[in-house]
C-alpha cells in the first residue's frame, strides 16, 4: 500500500476535507473503511473514496485550486478560491499579503481554513 497526501497545507491552517491517493493491490471494502475509521483520533475519519482507472494522474497533478475562508482578526470571514497550479498559482499567505498587505510574520492572527481542493479530473462523492 502507498499513500500520499494531495497539496500541501501549511502548518497552522485548517482543512475540512483533505484528499489523499491511496494505492492498493486489492479493492477496498466498506469493512476496509469502518476498520481504519475504528482506529483514527476523534474528528478524523475517511468518508468515501473512488477508484481511479489505472494510469489516472496523482492528486498533486490533478488539483488545480483550493477554496479557503480566511477569518481576520476583526471577524470579517471572506472566502477565495485560489488556484494552485500554473502561472497564477499561490498560497494562502501571498494571498493575504498582495491583498491586505499582512505580512507574513502578522498573519498568525487570521484563521485559514481549506474547505474544498479543485480537482480537473471528475471525482464522485
Not at 483514527?40 to 468518508?47: F, K, S
Not at 493575504?96 to 507574513?104: A, D, K, N, Y
Request: proline fraction near 8%; charge should be neutral; aromatic fraction near 4%.
Amino acid at each position: 500500500m502507498r499513500l500520499s497526501m494531495g497539496p500541501a497545507l501549511p502548518l497552522g491552517q485548517e482543512t475540512l476535507n483533505d484528499l489523499f491517493d491511496l494505492d492498493t493491490l486489492d479493492a477496498l471494502t466498506l469493512e476496509h473503511l469502518a476498520r481504519v475509521n475504528a482506529r483514527l483520533p476523534d474528528g478524523l475519519r475517511i468518508t468515501s473514496w473512488e477508484a481511479l482507472p489505472k494510469g489516472a494522474p496523482s492528486l498533486g497533478k490533478s488539483a488545480v485550486a483550493a477554496r479557503y475562508r480566511f477569518t481576520l482578526p476583526n471577524g470579517e470571514e471572506l472566502v477565495e478560491t485560489l488556484s494552485l497550479a500554473g502561472g497564477d498559482a499561490t498560497t494562502p499567505k501571498r494571498f493575504l499579503e498582495s491583498r491586505f498587505g499582512v505580512p507574513p510574520e502578522a498573519q498568525h492572527s487570521v484563521r485559514v481554513l481549506r474547505e474544498e481542493t479543485l480537482l480537473a479530473l471528475p471525482v464522485r462523492r
